[in-house]
């Protein structure tokens, strides 16, 4: 009966070795279970919430639905996706404004301004998660490594031998734990890699959630547009806009400066409107030129931005955003849709006269973008009718405006991303 005492032995130092191994994969893999779990609560309210609102609502959730299930289907999704975020939120919004051409910009300031400070709690709960404080000091460039390595991985004979054979391997597991299935998930959970890449999955979901959210309850907000604008509501506009410090000056970095004037400097602007394609793209080259002057020796520095540093400015920047409400010019506009703004015309239109395009040009470069206006307007009432001069006083108002707002989030954008690459430099020589 040696051999039963031996066999008994073995399995109580298997049964040991098996409880060892689950007490380490559940300290590494902390987060990750309870993570999921929250997002697949959070799915199943925001379905309840469609069932007790209308088809907009129930097509703008099943969007999100689909998003979040092509993510958790993918086990090494790329994060380089969430560049799509503009197109994502556009889906969302043609659920509201199906016959727009650019359903977008059918919300008005207010909405999203106040959609966006309800939504910041949720970007905290974002922030503290378990799992992702298990990312905060990982960068762009590794995780792109690490699903390049994925994806060797996967190509391998035997990765697809036990994708073939999973279910009879699973069989074969007798005495496998009831929170892992089979030894492959094993694997899963002790590699780094693998914890990582299922990390970022449902960080993604996570994100694709709370943008999806802040855009229905954008784009569902009845707020409507401005009305009946008069000559005394263009003049009240017109001093705010006097009243607000000029921000052409030069300042900071050269490179930037220039990066910025390209956005909302005066010759760009009076042939064109500045919009979030032209926004976004100023800020990228913001990036490149911001994460070169911190990782000067790195072959794509954009990359070196670690989750955490870059999440968090992200969150700094939305509250910025959403403070822009207490802004007295931003509140003059807090009605306008977006729509509306960004048809304000070209200078070069045919309804401004040769001679009223000369003043406009000098006003500009006697006083700047924000008090520029306020003296073409009362220059065109003195040589045009007043329903000409107020279309004209509307539209360079609603141009300084434009500048204005995208040059101070530009602005934001690249303090937060100044702040960004400095703590990734910081986090780098940590690890």
Known sequence: MEWWYFLRALWAISALI?????????????????????????????????EQNGLQVKKGVKIIEDTCGEVFKSFSPDIEELRELPLYIRTIASCFYPNSDCPELQISI?????????????FDLILRRPGFKKLKSINIRKIRDIRRWYLRLSGSVLYRWVSVHK?????????RLFLFLDPFSWLVYLSRYLT?????????????????????????DTDTSIQNQGEKELEKTLEELDALENDDEPKGDPQIQEVRNQLVGFSSMAISNPNIKKWR?????????????????SDFSLEEAALGPLLESARAWAGKVSKGREHPLIRRLYRARLGTIYRAKNLSDNFISKSLQNIIKKSYKTYGWLKWPSKVFRMAKKV?????????????SK????????GKTFDMACEELDRVYRLSRSASRQR
């Not at 902390?30 to 199943?44: P, T």
């Not at 279910?167 to 005495?175: D, E, L, T, Y």
């Not at 793209?281 to 020796?297: G, L, R």
């Not at 141009?399 to 995208?406: D, E, Q, T």
């Open 18 to 50: 098996i409880l060892l191994t689950a007490f380490f994969i559940i300290w590494r893999v902390k987060g990750i279970f309870s993570w999921k779990r929250s997002l697949k609560e959070e799915l199943k309210e925001l379905k309840s919430f469609a």
């Open 110 to 122: 207010g909405s999203f301004l106040r959609s966006l400070e309800k939504s910041l709690n949720q």
């Open 167 to 175: 279910k009879m391997i699973q069989q074969m597991a007798r005495f």
């Open 196 to 220: 990582t890449l299922v990390l970022i999955k449902y960080l993604m979901a996570d994100l694709y959630i709370f943008i999806g959210r802040l855009a229905i309850e954008a784009y569902s």
């Open 281 to 297: 793209s100023a800020v990228h080259k913001a990036a490149e030129i911001i994460s070169k002057k911190h990782f000067p020796d």
């Open 384 to 396: 045009t009718p007043l329903k000409i001069s107020l279309a004209i006083g509307w539209e360079v």
């Open 399 to 406: 141009k300084a405006s434009l500048a204005y707002i995208h």
